[in-house]
């Protein structure tokens, strides 16, 4: 049952190489994707909306958080030339998909890089990401704590999540951990969430 999570460090499911067209109207990507990482027959609806809808990324330090093959990295990194996209995920093999796909498309700058990376900056002008809900709640919980607590100053994050696995609670326990979150959009079951500091940094998670 393991090794058949999207989410396995090294997943063992044998080579099924497939493609994913990404169409936006700012940007076309075509990218490799494998068994053993998320979705990897079609473009995620819940990516799909996050893309269409998400803020423009800005220059600087980015965070896509749990990158699969790669789709919002590169989309991020497309529209912004100017940032670096750290695109993080604990599957080698979706790492291994998104360095690919980001060469192919000639972006060099997306950097792939697993989550104990000491490379990986300390704070983040955006952080983007469709994320691994089926880890469980509390380890969900923490990933998210971790990674939020490295926006810089005045930056955002921009979540998708489909409301049957959680958004709304997910949203709600955002709010209570201190963060200022506005529901973006909401599409055949995807909520995307926008989510910013409202409080010093020193007090967040306070109230739990
Ligand atoms: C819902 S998928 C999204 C994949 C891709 N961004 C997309 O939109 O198609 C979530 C990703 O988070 C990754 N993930 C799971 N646990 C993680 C962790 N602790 N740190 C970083 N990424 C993780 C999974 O391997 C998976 O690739």
């Not at 080579?15 to 990404?22: Q, S």
């Not at 990158?67 to 497309?78: E, F, N, Q, R, S």
């Not at 607590?149 to 951990?177: F, I, K, T, Y």
Request: charged fraction near 20%; aromatic fraction near 6%; include cysteine.
């Amino acid at each position: 049952m393991t090794s058949q999570h999207y989410f396995e460090p090294r997943p063992k499911a044998a080579h099924r190489p497939g493609l994913v067209r990404v169409v936006l109207p700012d940007v076309y990507l075509e990218l490799a994707t494998d068994s053993g990482v998320f979705s990897p027959g079609r473009l995620d609806p819940g990516t799909r909306l996050l893309l269409e809808r998400a803020p423009a990324p800005p220059a600087g330090d980015l965070l896509d958080l749990g990158c699969g093959y790669g789709p919002i990295a590169c989309v991020l990194a497309a529209r912004s030339p100017g940032a670096t996209v750290w695109a993080v995920d604990v599957n080698e093999r979706a790492l291994g998909l998104c360095a690919r796909n980001a060469e192919a498309a000639g972006l060099r700058n997306v950097r792939v890089a697993a989550p104990d990376d000491p490379a990986i900056p300390g704070r983040f002008a955006g952080i983007w990401s469709n994320p691994p809900v089926r880890i469980g709640k509390a380890p969900l919980h923490d990933l998210l704590r971790g990674w939020l607590s490295r926006l810089a100053p005045g930056a955002g994050a921009s979540l998708v999540m489909g409301r049957n696995l959680g958004a709304d609670s997910l949203h709600a326990w955002l709010e209570q951990e201190g963060w200022s979150v506005t529901r973006l959009a909401a599409r055949s079951g995807y909520r995307l969430l926008q989510v910013s500091p409202t409080i010093p940094e020193r007090t967040r998670g306070d109230s739990r």
